[in-house]
């Protein structure tokens, strides 16, 4: 099933045209929608197990930045998070 393209248009990376840092590099774990918690899944996408649904503020660190989804690690298990649930912190 392909990704739905509508979660695109909510993902911000700070100023207009900017991108990401390097990889690795350190975020955090957000929710714009205004839930406690964010979904680490084991692939990308939404149809994807989940690992584990982390509570908003733990420390991940992004191994590869997608388009919409990024290969991150938390508490040494890697799994894939959306560029949408998180802010980077360094």
């Known amino acids: 099933m392909a990704e739905p393209e509508l979660m695109k248009k909510f993902i911000t990376t700070g100023e207009t ?3 990401l840092p390097q990889t ?3 975020a955090e774990l957000i929710n714009p ?5 964010v979904n680490f899944r084991t692939a990308p996408g939404l149809n994807a197990s989940i690992i ?3 509570p908003v503020g733990t420390r991940i660190t992004v191994l590869e ?3 919409t989804w990024c290969k991150a690690e938390i508490d040494g298990v890697q799994g894939y998070v959306s560029r949408y649930f998180f802010k980077v912190t360094e």
């Open 17 to 19: 045209g900017s991108s």
């Open 24 to 26: 690795p590099f350190a």
């Open 33 to 37: 929608n205004g839930n406690s918690i």
């Open 52 to 54: 584990k649904a982390h």
């Open 65 to 67: 930045e997608g388009e």
